[in-house]
């Protein structure tokens, strides 16, 4: 068990590698790998994990958009567009897959992607 270094051709970075290697003798006397496991080690790449006021802080403008979107609609105002460009703000659509399943759905239940949000 150990760590081997790569040299990332794509970039010239240095990628480390986790690796395992099991050697037994064999029938013949030849000593030889029965297990070999190489990779990247876990989190190597993940991205920085949320903060609790980043959660907030997304909370906190979903809540004033909902708020918008209410004033936008008793005033007469365009709401569906108040509610398109919160979708677009907020939401993940466009940037990865999106679950978004509206309180007040009735035949289609989810909502992947923003034009049908």
């Known amino acids: 068990m150990g760590n081997y270094y790569f040299?990332?051709?794509?970039n010239g970075k240095k990628v480390k590698v986790e690796y395992t290697f099991g050697y037994k003798k064999n029938v013949d006397g030849k000593l030889r790998i029965f297990?070999?496991?190489?990779?990247?080690?876990?989190g190597a790449g993940a991205?920085?994990?949320?903060?609790?006021?980043?959660?907030?802080?997304?909370q906190s403008k979903?809540?004033?958009?909902i708020k918008t979107i209410s004033r936008t609609h008793k005033e007469g105002g365009d709401f569906v567009g108040a509610?398109?460009?919160a979708a677009g703000e907020l939401?993940?659509?466009g940037h990865g897959e999106?679950?978004?399943?509206?309180?007040?759905?009735?035949?289609?239940?989810?909502?992947?992607?923003?034009a049908e949000a």
């Open 7 to 10: 040299t990332d051709a794509s």
């Open 35 to 42: 297990l070999h496991h190489s990779s990247v080690p876990f």
């Open 47 to 58: 991205p920085t994990p949320v903060t609790e006021a980043e959660i907030l802080a997304v």
């Open 62 to 65: 979903w809540s004033n958009a």
């Open 83 to 85: 509610a398109a460009e």
């Open 91 to 93: 939401y993940g659509y």
């Open 98 to 114: 999106v679950l978004f399943k509206p309180t007040k759905c009735a035949e289609v239940q989810f909502r992947p992607t923003g």
